[in-house]
């Protein structure tokens, strides 16, 4: 089956509970058949959004098209949207193939229709041994699966997932990452998909939004939001980052806090906000740079990482590829760090 | 579950109060049944099967029972979703009033039926007002089933409305997502799944109404005594305790039967699976 996703737009939608805004000035375009990531930290807005578009919530302002027609008046079972949630929620009282007939059975299809496609679905998901199972019989993963099959079952445009794979431990995490985005592929379904963790966000999205307290702080590919983050929030949310304090400028660069002048890759040097380094960006070099001492040594197999404080007193974690037999350095060596110029990132904020 | 002797040891204590003061008692009277003076003996249990009263009683019991339960869960059920769509604290005070008849004794809110019920009672008089002849509620099977079911209907309430706060709303926001109207998730999902809590309240209901003394001794008529007063007519005018003790065990059989008869209905059925007697 492939079905063509449905483009999604948010307009500055704003959502409050009495006093509190839960979501403002929420604007996104999703694209027919795009991968869209929310990620943020917990009671960041995230389920609001998505369930504002399911219709579970009714927004306070602001508008929700599906292909250009708002779907302000269309009740949720009349929008068409597939929804894997958090805590898998399958009907305790139903079998897995119960389960993943109700949507089907909810659109008058046919008896045999209806058996062939929830076993299809369920075939997808690889657990079509399991069809007579009661819910409470499953595993966390299976019931994952099931909560999938069901959503995807009547093979709508836009499927919505709330965190999908939080309850589940890191291996099996991993796996079913890796068959939702292979899913998606194949389909060829809208997705968006909110999690808190960063590296799936990264792993599954063709773009992402970096959310907090309501907000967009970013949006842009995975790629985009890791080289060049727009604040502090989203550099410290995405990745390792080391994060310095700038206190004012001279003409030839940056006053940074305990590494002191810093050229920066831009025409102007920023006098205030932040320097962001990713560690992979920091080297050590046998001359010239800024001496540091190593505190902590952190052997990652392909990688082995530092932390080094400069003799200024800024703490930085660098990360060095593992080349040869060569053995790390040892807490209290004395180094030379430098940075790659071109990476170095000014937050504003 | 852990069944180490220590953990047993707890059950200890009310094994002993329920051995001692119900079934003991119980093994006493069911033993009257075939027990008299002269040892062993058939012959209440002859007596009872030849008794038409009795065998007419027995059945008005059943029926009484029966029609009672349905009409309290089909009013209950309504009235505990409503309270489960309401706020918290709308639905504390709510219960508060639900229960505030348990506050008056049984006799006396028999009795007030009689003022409601009477020949001279506010229905009769208003009926008067209008024009209408007086219609013969009180001292009929009627007023017993009334007045049995305002005082079992808050207790169906409760059941329901504690099975309805178990969902989990979420389960009817699922279903709707999937594609189910508002009357859909309601049939499909939030009605399979208070099932087993309305039947837990009708079988309460039917088993208490099977033992209602007050109320049919004040408002039925001679027509409408249930197998209570019977038993209570043996024990205290007729001094016949081998008849009453039959009669009990009877009533003790047919709940039994009446329990085992639902549990074979809802064999396998899910709905019922939390409920104790439906596997
Ligand atoms: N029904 C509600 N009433 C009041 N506040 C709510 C309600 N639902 C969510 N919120 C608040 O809105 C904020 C965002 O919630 P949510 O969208 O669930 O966050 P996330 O999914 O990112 O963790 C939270 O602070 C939460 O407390
Ligand atoms: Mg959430």
Avoid at chain 1, 250 to 258: C, L, R, S
Avoid at chain 2, 84 to 92: E, F, I, N, P, V
Wanted: glycine fraction near 10%; charge should be positive; proline fraction near 4%.
């Amino acid at each position: 089956m492939v079905v063509n996703g449905a483009a999604i737009e948010f307009k500055k939608v704003r959502k409050t509970y009495g006093n509190f805004v839960a979501l403002e000035s929420f604007s996104m375009n999703v694209a027919a058949g795009e991968f869209m990531t929310l990620l943020g930290p917990s009671g960041s807005g995230k389920t609001t959004a998505l369930n504002s578009l399911a219709g579970f919530t009714d927004i306070t302002s602001g508008d929700i098209l599906i292909d250009g027609v708002s779907i302000a008046r269309v009740p949720t079972e009349k929008r068409n949207i597939g929804m894997v949630f958090q805590n898998y929620s399958l009907f305790p009282h139903r079998n897995v193939l119960g389960n993943v007939a109700f949507p089907l059975e909810m659109r008058g299809v046919g008896r045999a229709e209806i058996r062939k496609r929830s076993l299809k679905a369920l075939e997808i998901v690889r657990l079509g041994g399991l069809a007579e199972r009661m819910p409470h019989e499953l595993s966390g993963g299976q019931k994952q699966r099931v909560a999938f099959a069901r959503a995807i079952v009547f093979e709508p445009r836009v499927l919505l997932m709330d965190e999908p794979l939080g309850a589940l431990d890191l291996k099996l995490r991993e796996a079913m990452q890796l068959e939702i985005k292979q899913y998606q592929q194949q389909i060829g379904c809208t997705v968006i998909y909110v999690t808190h963790d960063q590296g799936e966000a990264l792993t599954l999205s063709d773009r992402l939004a970096v959310m907090d307290k309501g907000l967009i702080r970013q949006l842009g590919t995975p790629q985009d939001l890791y080289d060049r983050p727009n604040s502090r929030f989203v550099a410290e949310f995405i990745g390792l980052n080391n994060i310095i304090k700038i206190s004012g400028s001279k003409h030839d660069g940056a006053i940074v806090d305990g590494l002191g002048v810093i050229r920066f890759p831009s025409e102007i040097q920023p006098s205030q906000g932040y320097l962001s380094v990713r560690p992979e960006h920091i080297r050590r070099t046998p001359t010239g740079g800024h001496p540091a001492i190593v505190r902590q040594a952190v052997f990652l197999g392909d990688a082995v990482r530092y932390v080094v404080e400069t003799r200024n007193g800024a703490e930085l974690t660098l990360a060095e590829p593992r080349s040869g037999e060569n053995s790390s350095l040892d807490p209290g060596s004395e180094i030379a760090i430098s940075f790659e110029e071109n990476r170095l990132i000014h937050l504003p904020e | 579950m852990k069944n180490r002797p220590t953990t047993l040891l707890l059950l200890l204590p009310a094994a002993l109060l329920v051995g001692l003061l119900f079934v003991l008692p119980i093994l006493g009277v069911l033993s009257l049944s075939v027990y008299g003076d002269s040892g062993f003996t058939l012959g209440p249990i002859r007596e009872l099967v030849g008794s038409r009263v009795s065998l007419v009683v027995l059945e008005r019991t059943f029926w009484q029972a029966l029609t009672v339960s349905v009409i309290c869960v089909v009013l209950g059920y309504p009235a505990a979703f409503f309270m489960s769509g309401l706020s918290t604290k709308l639905r504390a005070y709510l219960v508060y009033l639900i229960l505030l008849p348990f506050w008056i004794s049984i006799l006396v809110r028999t009795y007030t039926w009689i003022i409601i019920l009477g020949r001279e009672g506010i229905i009769n008089r208003t009926l008067a007002a209008f024009g209408f002849s007086p219609v013969q509620i009180l001292y009929t099977d009627l007023a017993v089933r009334i007045a049995m079911v305002q005082i079992l209907l808050p207790i169906v309430v409760l059941t329901c409305l504690a099975s309805m706060l178990d969902i989990d709303k979420g389960l009817v926001k699922t279903a709707r997502s999937l594609g189910a109207t508002p009357t859909q998730a309601f049939v499909k999902v939030f009605l399979p799944l208070s099932l087993s809590g309305a039947a837990t309240g009708g079988i309460i209901c039917f088993i208490l109404c099977l033992g209602f003394y007050v109320t049919p001794a004040l408002l039925g008529g001679r027509r409408s005594i249930l197998i209570s007063n019977l038993i209570d007519i043996q024990v205290h005018q007729s001094l016949n305790w081998g008849f009453a003790a039959a009669l009990a065990t009877a009533l003790l059989i047919i709940t039994l039967a009446c329990l085992a008869l639902f549990r074979l209905l809802t064999r396998g059925r899910t709905e019922f699976s939390s409920l104790g007697v439906g596997r």
